[in-house]
C-alpha cells in the first residue's frame, strides 16, 4: 500500500520560497504519476503541478505557471514542489496524490480520485506579510 506524507510547508513573506517533498513509502513512486493539490480557506481543491511516470510531462495550473516546478527525485523516492515568488493567494493546504500510471506520458491536475487514488495528509502553506 502506497502511503504519501507532505513536509516543507510553513509561514513565508510575499515573493519568498517554499520547497515541498511528497515522500513515498510501501511502493516506489517512479511507476507513478503524482499531482500537487491545494485548497485554501473557503475554497475548493484545485490542481497545482502534475509529473508523469516517466518525468517526460509536467504540467502546471495558469495560476503558478513560471513561478513553481515539480520534479521527481527517484533516488529519495519523493516528488518535490519548488516554489518562488509566493503571493498571499497561494496560502493553503498542499497535498500530493499519485496513481499507477499504464500511460508513463500522462497525467492531470484535475483532483480526481479514480486517476489518483493515493493521498497524503497535507502540509500547509500561508503567506503573510
Known amino acids: 500500500q502506497l502511503e504519501l506524507v507532505e513536509s516543507g510547508g510553513g509561514l513565508v513573506h510575499p515573493g519568498g520560497s517554499l520547497r515541498l517533498s511528497c515522500a513515498a513509502s510501501g511502493s516506489i513512486l517512479d511507476g507513478f504519476r503524482v499531482g500537487w493539490f491545494r485548497q485554501g480557506p473557503g475554497k475548493e481543491r484545485e490542481g497545482v503541478a502534475c509529473?508523469?511516470?516517466?518525468?517526460?510531462?509536467?504540467i502546471y495550473s495558469d495560476s503558478v505557471e513560471g513561478r513553481f516546478t515539480i520534479s521527481r527525485e527517484n533516488a529519495e523516492n519523493t516528488v518535490a514542489l519548488q516554489m518562488t515568488d509566493l503571493k498571499p493567494e497561494d496560502t493553503a493546504d498542499y497535498y500530493c496524490?499519485?496513481?499507477?500510471?499504464?500511460?508513463?506520458?500522462?497525467?492531470?491536475?484535475?483532483?480526481?480520485?479514480?486517476?489518483?487514488?493515493?493521498w497524503g495528509q497535507g502540509t500547509q502553506v500561508s503567506v503573510s506579510s
Open positions: 496524490a499519485a496513481g499507477w500510471g499504464v500511460n508513463p506520458d500522462f497525467c492531470t491536475i484535475v483532483p480526481d480520485k479514480g486517476r489518483y487514488p493515493y
Open positions: 509529473i508523469s511516470p516517466n518525468g517526460v510531462t509536467t
